[in-house]
DNA sequence: ATGCGTCGTGGGAACGTTACCGCGCGTCCC
DNA sequence: GGGACGCGCGGTAACGTTCCCACGACGCAT
């Protein structure tokens, strides 16, 4: 009469072996209300003894929710993203659930396929930093979803979650100021991407704040890789340009590549350029010099947006937009020119 | 008559519109034998006129098989398993499976409870790096599962897909004997961990069968880390030794640290240290010098975990142990003493 | 012409769970 | 004292798919 031996239990299995049925078992293992301690102690002891796993396949198909979560982000491999889904991870496996995770590699097509895929995985909701041109699968999604990054402004209407780009630069721009470098050369991404122009403006708020023309400062564009911020800041030390070199890079690769430059140019960092990027990445740290730099709250990004989503999910449309704020890290590849050392400085005796 | 309007059309709601069973237009789908091309065509096209989209949920249910893997790493934020989540990744995408990402920090609770998370949710199987100590949990997984990386020696019976730790080793003393390190300083991991006694082991062999005596090797250990390089490298200055020093350090990370001890020594690399490390990671790339390395496959390694994992799925014995092979990177932490260059080099006078 | 096998199709059951309804019982209130 | 109501529980119908079996039609060999 025993049911064929290797077989995972049910609750059918759980019921019987409490001498209940199987509603009151499911109210049992649901921490439902309506059953008498007695019942629900004896269900959940059956559960344990006969090793009961509740399956969450049958459980989404019948409830609707299927406790998965998902991850769309350009690549896991970059240590920015790899915090952000770590913190998702963390944060969704608090409420039970699982986080599925695709790299996009900024392609729309890998997008649109990753989007698809959620769909069909039936996830409660997505998390998603989309690709700058291409809305319309956001739009015919058809789940609840959370945009994480800086493309989010484009949607008025759904929620988001990024960190603090106005607040970053402020900081960046502020230390600068004080060691000396009021108008730095900026290196920025490709003018496509929606941060570029997001890190710009903020740039320029901040000199306008302090009386300084943004239109002095020199830019380069560049992809968001060490290459780019080689190639970008290599043409920077092309302008024919006195003293120090003071750069903003939107982004620790870039700023990276820019130190890699400074050394092949034979020039040394900081004695000659002073460098500040955006990210926090842990190779910032083992560079040399070290990488001053703002970190984003990577992690804290994830944790966030999976709050989000979950409000998203519940209709609780408690909040729209969060921005984080951002943390300085200060290393060794920033000049101080404020304090007036005999060094090979050109003019600009500030302090 | 028809059916609320915001319900995602079923398999039903395509049969109906085709003109035919629902057995039928399972079939149609399922691109199977046994219909009519005519048929076959009017379901696919109502699927599409629809929008239908299978829902995973409901065929996990019924096939037993929920088009779903899962990877347990100890960490998602550490770049070498970024790589390899990211080659699991897409290989599970060709054959349009989805990966559940879960981060154990070395920690064996967490790890069973990702497993059972993963057991809740019927993944088709699971890609495991087990934690050192604690391989019950894995007995009892009771779903097909594929080990990772270096703990994988102590399953007899199951697949595993890991890095060639003696090839690798063997890469790395031939270069160091060529350039005059024929008895590299070692920087090692925990002694807890399994793969530990299996870099020692392969650097034993190497130095034997050059007649070279392992006993004269120094030895360090550390936590994987670059605290623990540093720490580990302090140490080994502060040992009474004359002239170069060379070091092998198990791990990039602690490579890096031991760059930073040097420097902190007042030391400078390659001049006074050589160093290589072992996993190619990207900041290897940017510390400075740029760290000579010996880079696992990140990537094939979780694209062949996948593989290997669809084997087990299918009860496919084709492979059990599969290690890949590593690739030497040459960067600038080596100082070739083979060349005999008037340096503050001891006696050592070889080739 | 009859039997048999195959092909295309339809009808149902099953996967494991939750939602809903109904039923008996005790309690409280008028 | 009788009706209303809440509580604890059981039975059953879904959820959307695949699997299995049955059925008619047809071709082929007997």
Known sequence: MSKSRNRRPT?????????????????????????TDDTRDRVLKAA???????????VGMRSGRSGMLGLVIPDITNPFWAEVARGAQDKAAESGSSLLVF???????????????????????????????????????????????SSAERFAETSSVGSDIAQA????????VSKGHPAPSLILGPKS????????????EHCIARDVDPAILDVEDGE????????????????????????????????IGAMMAVREAGLRCPDDVSIIGFDGIPSGEFAWPGLTTIAKPGRDLGARAVEGLFDEIEHRPEHRRIYLPCRLIERGSLADLSVPTPKRVSGAGRG
């Open 169 to 176: 630069v402020q900081l960046g721009m502020d230390l600068l």
């Open 193 to 204: 991407r929606l941060a570029r122009a997001r890190f710009l403006r903020a740039v320029h």
């Open 48 to 58: 344990s003894s006969v090793g009961y796993e509740r399956n969450s396949l049958a």
């Open 224 to 255: 968001y890789t060490v290459e780019g911020g080689r190639i970008a800041m290599r043409r920077l030390l092309e302008r024919d340009r006195v003293g120090h070199v003071c750069v903003f890079a939107a982004n620790d690769m870039m700023a």
């Open 103 to 149: 790299s996009s590699d900024w392609d729309a097509a890998k997008e649109a396929a990753h989007l698809r895929a959620l769909r069909q995985a039936r996830v409660d909701g997505a998390i998603i930093n989309p690709v700058a041109d291409n809305f319309d699968d956001l739009d015919r999604f058809g789940l609840p979803f959370l945009l994480i990054g």
């Open 11 to 35: 609750i059918i299995d759980v019921a019987e072996r409490a001498g209940v049925s199987k509603s009151t078992a499911a109210r049992a293992l649901a921490g439902s209300s309506n059953i």
